[in-house]
């Protein structure tokens, strides 16, 4: 079970931190990562890290949102700077077991509202 928190109402240029912990089984070997969906849109990939602590971003955050894990609490975190009113959507956690069986697990969403 993945519970995300952290999300909220900001003003454009400002900052939030998300988190989503997973409860039960360690998930060290697992890929994490955040999506996001905005009103009448497709899922879409925001950020992920490897077991090994790679990062891929997508173009649109580059340079302004940053995840990180922390092992040992089993959560990952994405701190978001320098907001847009186009990061409004509800963003979800991944946690990806990646050697097979490839399984999926998600978080309930968290709403990040940025006004202009």
């Known amino acids: 079970q993945l519970q995300a928190s952290g999300g909220g109402l900001v003003q454009t240029g400002g900052s939030l931190r998300l988190s989503c912990v997973a409860s039960?089984?360690?998930?060290?070997?697992?890929?994490l990562g955040w999506y996001r969906q905005a009103p009448g849109k497709q899922r879409e990939l925001v950020a992920t890290?490897?077991?090994?602590?790679?990062?891929n971003y997508a173009d649109s955050v580059r340079g302004r949102f940053t995840i990180s894990r922390d092992n040992v609490k089993n959560t990952v975190y994405l701190q978001m700077d320098s907001l847009k009113p186009e990061d409004t959507a509800v963003y979800y956690c991944?946690?990806?077991?990646?050697?097979?069986?490839?399984?999926?697990?998600w978080g309930q969403g968290t709403q990040v509202t940025v006004s202009s």
């Open positions: 991944n946690y990806r077991r990646v050697v097979t069986p490839i399984l999926d697990y």
């Open positions: 039960g089984s360690a998930f060290s070997n697992y890929r």
């Open positions: 890290i490897s077991s090994g602590g790679t990062t």
